[in-house]
């Protein structure tokens, strides 16, 4: 089956620095990659996603690049500020509404003042 | 946008008691929901796939017998947690896909569990 690492587990940076997460897959199959923000105790938030026909993707602060070669792709969060600060989960898919997703151990991003 | 409601928020019971969570997708049908487990501070691991109609698709290492899935009608799935022990203590998240607008999965607000 599928599995997604995930890195690094905790991230601190300072506000207004860019935050940068990266999430590895190991299933060639897996065509839809999401990003969750979940605070604690609530449901994961969906930040941002791609599929694999597409390299990159932004939207305002946030960007997520795709590398299908390596199966690996990447969370990016500029100008960051404390409201940023959360677990962030990376998740990969074989597409479609019914399908699992898997998910990242997740990341723990902080964003001091 | 789509909205999957889960139900209790919270609950609180007894050892060896049994305790039932609704997942129900409110503007759409899923015929596939999915249920996850979270424990404080780790990822959601997935726990089994709910089909509407038949039976669920268990993860590895996770019982069946012991976390009961009905998925009776294209709008609502529950998990029943069995002879609940103070180890099922956990939030309990389920989602539910849409293909209506590709891929987008949407999750339940969680349900955290307590066996005391």
């Known amino acids: 089956g599928e599995n997604v690492e995930q890195h690094p587990s905790t991230l601190s940076v300072q506000e207004g620095d860019s935050a940068v997460i990266k999430c590895t897959y190991s299933?060639?199959?897996?065509?839809?990659f999401p990003w969750y923000k979940q605070e604690l105790g609530k449901r994961p938030q969906l930040i941002i996603d791609i599929r694999s026909n597409v390299g990159e993707k932004k939207d305002q602060r946030i960007a997520v690049t795709l590398n299908k070669t390596a199966k690996h792709f990447s969370l990016h969060i500029t100008e960051t500020q404390p409201e940023d600060s959360a677990v962030y989960f990376c998740?990969?898919?074989?597409?479609?509404?019914?399908?699992?997703?898997?998910f990242g151990t997740g990341t723990q991003l902080k964003v001091e003042l | 946008g789509a909205v999957v409601s889960q139900h209790p928020s919270r609950v609180i019971c007894k050892s060896g008691t049994s305790v039932k969570i609704e997942c129900r997708s409110l503007d759409f049908q899923a015929t596939t929901m999915f249920w996850y487990r979270q424990f404080p501070k780790q990822s959601l691991m997935l726990m089994a796939t709910s089909n509407e109609g038949s039976k669920a698709t268990y993860e590895q290492g996770v019982e069946k017998d012991k976390f009961l899935i009905n998925h009776a009608s294209l709008t609502l799935s529950t998990l029943t947690v069995t002879s609940a022990h103070p180890e099922d203590s956990s939030f309990y998240i389920c989602s539910a896909g849409s293909d209506h607008g590709g891929n987008t999965i949407y999750f339940g607000e969680g349900s955290w569990l307590t066996v005391v």
């Open positions: 299933d060639s199959a897996s065509n839809y």
């Open positions: 998740a990969a898919s074989k597409g479609g509404g019914g399908n699992k997703l898997t």
